[in-house]
């Protein structure tokens, strides 16, 4: 017999319909330029939007998604079965970092701190710019070549699977498929069950990690990232495969996908705007903070959504326990009080407090890393070709990706 479980879903009150915009957050305009929504919104206080006939509630100036950010008691990270959030269910119900608020949070975030120590981030360094730059070789030949595709994806393949992991190539694919097949949970209704192709790259990676967890407790300890986190959690207790699974998962799922996105936006922003790249041509110093502006005006994360625990008023607008709420990142970092004129692509600003790598107790631990890498590839590009130019400046980029991010799947360049 089948068993009914009743969730507790709280349903807000009425709500005042002025505060309602119609508007399809994750649609491809969003994606493909979200920069004159963001102007309309990043001073605007809370609104709410209809989501799958859900309602959810939508945070854009800085200050206030700052706050939300640091009030885990109010707004929490921990998802909550049956209110609307189905759809960024990417790691199937898996428990992970991002999952968590504080202080349980700590103990995950500690898990993959191996990652992220500064003689493994230096040590770094120098395998990007010598990854880069053999890429820049093969490109050089090709003359024309597809940054998503063929520069930003094997560079961080390389650098996160064979350099961060180091695993072998054979086991790439597993992993590969595992971050490609994440994008499929976006089409997902409520309560339904997650695509075939999704799950089977699921359980592949999940197997993956389960072997990999027996093969190391059979072998002499090893000093790699793998080993490292195996070593720190059985210091406390025997790993299992799900926690090294969730911690792996979310190191590789982190960084692949938001660097070659990253990285290729970064370079369409310039392409774009011909007196900008001059700038930079011209004054190869200003590339650090040319990389600021470029996270800032393409934050690759337009929302990161929570869960509203608490019933609470901001900025005169409550948002009650149920709702699931939309920080955008994207929004904050056009916030005229932080960014004067934030449509702006303006290389000379310098800009600080950009919130693409989120804030708080979640703010991503592979920030040094993946600016390290958009500082190789953007520099070396632009000062290998100085004919780099998009291969037709009339195409159509079309992006993936998660509901909320800005994924392009091709950048066509040319550089002969
Ligand atoms: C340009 C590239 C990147 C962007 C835009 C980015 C963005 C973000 C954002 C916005 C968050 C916070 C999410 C939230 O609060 O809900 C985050 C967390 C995280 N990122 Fe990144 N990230 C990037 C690169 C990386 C890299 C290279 C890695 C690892 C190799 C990584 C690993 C993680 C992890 C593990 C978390 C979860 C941290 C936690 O929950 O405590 N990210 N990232």
Not at 25 to 31: M, N, R, S, V
Not at 138 to 156: H, R, Y
Not at 212 to 217: F, S
Not at 268 to 279: A, F, G, S, V, Y
Request: charge should be negative.
């Amino acid at each position: 017999m089948n068993s009914i479980v009743k969730i507790d879903v709280p349903v807000p009150p009425p709500l005042d319909p002025d505060l309602f915009v119609d508007v399809d957050l994750f649609g491809q305009a969003i994606k493909a330029d979200p920069s004159a929504l963001f102007i309309q919104w990043a001073d605007k206080p809370p609104f709410y939007v209809k989501v799958d006939g859900h309602i959810h509630a939508v945070l854009c100036q800085h200050d206030q998604v700052q706050w939300a950010l640091t009030h885990p008691e109010i707004i929490s990270s921990e998802p909550q079965k049956g209110w609307g959030a189905d759809q960024f269910d990417y790691f199937n119900g898996l428990p992970l970092v991002l999952d968590y608020d504080p202080p349980e949070h700590s103990r995950m975030r500690r898990l993959m701190a191996p990652g992220f120590t500064p003689k493994r981030i230096a040590s770094f360094r120098t395998a990007i710019d010598t990854m880069v730059k053999e890429l820049i070789d093969e490109m050089t030949v090709k003359g024309q070549f597809d940054m998503v595709e063929e520069f930003a994806a094997p560079l961080m393949y390389g650098l996160l699977l064979g350099g961060l992991f180091e695993f072998p190539r054979d086991v790439w694919p597993v992993l590969i498929n595992m971050s490609n097949a994440m994008a499929l949970v976006a089409t997902v209704s409520e309560g339904a069950p997650k695509p075939a192709a999704y799950m089977e790259a699921y359980d592949a990676a999940y197997a993956f990690c389960g072997n990999l967890i027996e093969e190391r407790r059979n072998a002499p300890p090893m000093d790699d990232l793998v080993g490292s986190i195996i070593k720190a959690h059985d210091d406390e207790g025997l790993l299992s495969t799900t926690e090294l699974f969730s911690t792996l998962v979310q190191l590789f799922t982190g960084g692949l996908g938001t660097v070659i996105a990253t990285s290729s936006n970064c370079i369409l922003r310039l392409l774009r705007h011909p007196d900008q790249l001059q700038l930079l041509r011209d004054n190869p110093n200003l590339l650090n903070q040319a990389i600021e502006e470029c996270l800032r005006i393409d934050s690759l994360g337009n929302f990161r959504h929570r869960f509203v625990i608490k019933d609470h008023i901001i900025d005169g607008v409550p948002i009650y326990r149920g709702m699931i709420v939309h920080l955008s990142l994207g929004a904050a970092n056009y916030d005229p009080a932080k960014y004067p004129d934030p449509a702006r692509f303006d290389i000379m600003r310098n800009p600080r407090d950009i919130l693409t790598f989120g804030y708080g107790p979640h703010f991503c631990p592979g920030n040094v890393l993946a600016r390290s890498v958009l500082r190789a590839a953007v520099g070396q590009l632009i000062t290998r070709f100085p004919n780099l130019r998009l291969a037709d400046p009339n195409e159509t980029i079309v992006y993936g990706g998660m509901p909320t991010e800005r994924f392009p799947l091709h950048v066509n360049l040319r550089v002969d």
